[in-house]
T-cell receptor, first 119, second 110 residues
Framework: EPEVTQTPSHQVTQMGQEVILRCVPISNHLYFYWYRQILGQKVEFLVSFYNNEISEKSEIFDDQFSVERPDGSNFTLKIRSTKLEDSAMYFC?????????????????FGAGSRLTVL | LAKTTQPISMDSYEGQEVNITCSHNNIATNDYITWYQQFPSQGPRFIIQGYKTKVTNEVASLFIPADRKSSTLSLPRVSLSDTAVYYCLLASGGSYIPTFGRGTSLIVHP
């Protein structure tokens, strides 16, 4: 079964440092997402990405965050200057092209997540 | 945004059938009902999706009444490994941003 792959699985960083989280979506998927989950809380939407640009973003996704798809396969989330409250699990997800044309197939495939710990 | 409501937690025992009900009074005509499962420290995983009546797969069944204002996820003969958080979401075409609520934390006891 195709998978969404995320690296690193766990990253520890100092406050103020830049972090890049990487994702390899399923190869024929065209829609990409980042979510985060602070320990014990809900899975929260950060940003969606289609056709090499952001399609939607949440209030959480401020100027400290950026996403890009540098090489047609990887999909990255960058946090420029991490804060303590950025500590969370970050999940990448992708959606197949049929997911938009046929709403019954709108199923996201999530990666296993990257745990970010900011000290 | 359409909203779903489900119990915060449920307890069950191995071998029992578990039914988790989700309310979605404001469901739109083109919304599908989608359930995800999340184990600790893992990403959500799709379980089942339906529009009306009943859907069954190898993992679960989904029952949706005619008015579609609620749905029930049924897990037959649960095991300890079914301990997880279960999320009910509404999915529709177009701009699709799955929104997760608190979900239902299911604990299966020996």
């Amino acid at each position: 079964e195709p998978e969404v792959t995320q690296t690193p699985s766990h990253q520890v960083t100092q406050m103020g440092q830049e972090v890049i989280l990487r994702c390899v979506p399923i190869s024929n998927h065209l829609y990409f997402y980042w979510y985060r989950q602070i320990l014990g809380q809900k899975v929260e939407f950060l940003v969606s990405f289609y056709n090499n640009e952001i399609s939607e973003k949440s209030e959480i996704f401020d100027d400290q965050f950026s996403v890009e798809r540098p090489d047609g396969s990887n999909f990255t989330l960058k946090i420029r200057s991490t804060k303590l409250e950025d500590s969370a699990m970050y999940f990448c997800a992708s959606l197949s092209p049929t997911g938009i044309l046929y709403s019954g197939a709108n199923v996201l495939t999530f990666g296993a997540g990257s745990r970010l710990t900011v000290l | 945004l359409a909203k779903t409501t489900q119990p915060i937690s449920m307890d069950s025992y191995e071998g029992q059938e578990v039914n988790i009900t989700c309310s979605h009074n404001n469901i739109a005509t083109n919304d599908y009902i989608t359930w995800y499962q999340q184990f600790p420290s893992q990403g959500p995983r799709f379980i089942i999706q339906g529009y009306k009546t009943k859907v069954t797969n190898e993992v679960a069944s989904l029952f949706i009444p005619a008015d579609r204002k609620s749905s029930t996820l049924s897990l037959p003969r649960v095991s300890l490994s079914d301990t997880a958080v279960y999320y009910c979401l509404l999915a529709s075409g177009g701009s699709y941003i799955p929104t997760f609520g608190r979900g239902t934390s299911l604990i299966v006891h020996p």
